[in-house]
């Protein structure tokens, strides 16, 4: 205690009582507030470490990388990937598909959908075309219904379709050197798929979903890693149409996965990628269709596909022209190209490729009068099995030939050649009285089997004529 004075306390007090209050004034006024004061600033001193611990906690958590040790689990029991169709459309992916301008993107992408929509289960699905106005996309998927024969309630049900000329769907901005995520834009994408239950959202073509600098990968794979985000966000399928460069298309260089527009960056980040590439010179020749016709067939071939293996095989594909009818009588209606599966003539066509009804169907035809072997021929007998077999015969001239020579070989006709009036060689079954059509030698005609060897022995020459045996 600090009283200040020496000697007894009975000398400075005259009772126990005032040194009692006097030591109480002593304590009030100089040791009690510095006990108060160690107190206070100990409790400060404990919370300013408490919520620097908190904030370095919440940061590290933040920003933690750990080592996740593999947990074995059956096989048999790990989820399937959610593969919904054709093996390019997977939940919570990127795909793409990359081609060419006019062709068959779109077209593709439309009978994809409504292949999707009315599939079991049927799914859901969102096109936005960011080129078109709203009418001319709803002229190519009514054209494309219609061809398909795809029920207009399914429709109506299961497919939406928008333009980005009435709204916009720009990801990713760039200002000077900076970018910029449109956050509204693809906070309402995300709402929009999750709300209407989307499965599958097309972006055609993805270059018209942002402004940045299409070269650089940098800017390309963050506006690419929105799309990733909206997938993996509302569990669907995102699927980004791709233009391609330059040097790459008809009459330059095969499309392939490096052929994209700008920046690589896109085709990394997708976990499928398939190109279009239009039938080429050497190839029409191959399938016997005219080279002026080749533009409307294109292949779609998997250059990517980081979920399975590559087969490397290609789908073939012919655009074909589909009156909407809605002309009037003083104007013709629309025609719109619609896409369907073409199946390449094969090599190994076999007589199995035509029905007993199909068949008799053709010789009761080619017993009317003689038809031409050979495909030049005017009364070319190839017309008559496109008109029985449901082929044209001009497109499928390849695949109509390949079955003829499949018929010959088992037995259901033969090869004769023609003869002439001025004389010639070999064998015929045309009546002598009948005048012999102009044109190229050999025909096509129903006979009796006393009319020419049995099989397998086959007349063939030079502009020689196939006929029919009963």
Known sequence: MCFGHGGSWKDRYRSEAELIADA?????????????????????????????????????????????????????????????????????????????????????????????????????VWYVNLEDPIDEIQRRVTAAAMHHDINPKVLNEKLFVDSGRDQSFVVVTQRGRETKVVEPVVEAIIAEVRGKGIDV???????????????????????????TRIANETNASVELVHHINKASGDGKSEVTAVSGRGAGALKDKARAVRVINTMSEKEAKKAGIDPKDRFSYFRVTNVKANMSKRSGQADWYRIVSVKLGNGTKWSAGDSVG?????????????????????????????????????????????????????????????????????????????????KWTGGGNGQC??????????????????????????????????????????
């Open 338 to 418: 619609v896409v369907e599966k073409w199946q390449w003539p094969s090599e190994e066509a076999t007589a199995n490729d035509v029905t007993t009804e199909q068949l008799g169907e053709l010789k009761r035809r080619l017993s009317l009068a003689p038809h031409g072997d050979n495909h030049q021929a005017k009364d070319w007998a190839g017309c008559v099995f496109g008109e029985v077999l449901g082929l044209d015969a001009k497109a499928d001239k390849r695949k109509i030939g390949l079955l003829m020579k499949a018929l010959v070989t088992a037995g259901h006709f033969a090869v004769v050649e023609r």
């Open 201 to 227: 959202l097309i972006i055609d073509p993805f270059v018209s979903t942002h402004e940045v600098e299409e070269n650089d990968n940098n800017k390309i794979q963050q506006v690419a890693n929105q799309f």
């Open 24 to 124: 109480e004034r002593c304590w009030n006024k100089f040791i009690l507030p510095k006990e108060a004061e160690r107190e206070a600033n100990a409790r400060a001193a404990e919370a300013f470490i408490e919520n620097a611990r908190r904030k370095r906690d919440i940061q590290a958590r933040a920003n933690a990388v750990t080592a996740t040790p593999f947990i074995y689990q059956d096989p048999a029991t790990l989820p399937r990937r959610d593969n919904l169709y054709g093996g390019h459309f997977i939940r919570k992916y990127v795909s793409s598909t990359v081609g060419g301008g006019g062709g068959g993107k779109s077209s593709l992408e439309i009978i994809d959908a409504l292949g999707m929509i009315s599939g079991s289960p049927p799914l859901s």
């Open 429 to 470: 079954s045309r009546a002598p009285q009948t005048p012999p059509p102009t044109g190229w030698g050999g025909e096509w005609r129903f006979i009796t089997p006393s009319d020419t060897p049995p099989p397998p022995y086959i007349y063939k020459a030079d502009g020689g004529r196939v006929v029919a045996r009963s």
